[in-house]
Nanobody, 125 residues
Framework: QVQLVESGGGSVQAGGSLTLSCAAS????????IAWFRQSPGKKREGVAS????????YLIDSVKGRFTISHDNSKTTVFLHMNSLKPEDTASYYC??????????????????GGQGTGVTVSS
């Protein structure tokens, strides 16, 4: 089992920055892909970014490219989502997820074996 704990959420004004953290513990060696998802009230949970802890390759959805980056620490047990130039439409609960896969991509929340409880981000205009 892998446990995931998100942190770093908060309230910021538009144009501000936040860095979210996803700390993984337990059988982390069984996973090689960490992704971030977000969900706003009344909307589907959407994949935002992913990183392969095997190759280091990353993926970001178009709406956050140039503003968000994803990285991990040297131990590869903590993954960060660095969010800059935040917009009100980025307001959501952000969740991290982990899986072992040859195709690390934040497609569907349900394809990931493990998920966290989320951290809230509110961006005011």
């Amino acid at each position: 089992q892998v446990q995931l704990v998100e942190s770093g959420g908060g309230s910021v004004q538009a144009g501000g920055s936040l860095t979210l953290s996803c700390a993984a513990s337990g059988a982390t060696a069984t996973t090689n892909c960490i992704a971030w998802f977000r969900q706003s009230p009344g909307k589907k949970r959407e994949g935002v970014a992913s990183i392969s802890t095997f190759s280091g390759s990353t993926y970001l959805i178009d709406s956050v490219k140039g503003r968000f980056t994803i990285s991990h620490d040297n131990s590869k047990t903590t993954v960060f989502l660095h969010m800059n130039s935040l917009k009100p439409e980025d307001t959501a609960s952000y969740y991290c997820a982990a899986d072992r896969t040859n195709d690390c991509y934040p497609g569907s929340w349900y394809q990931f074996a493990y998920g966290g409880q989320g951290t809230g981000v509110t961006v005011s205009s």
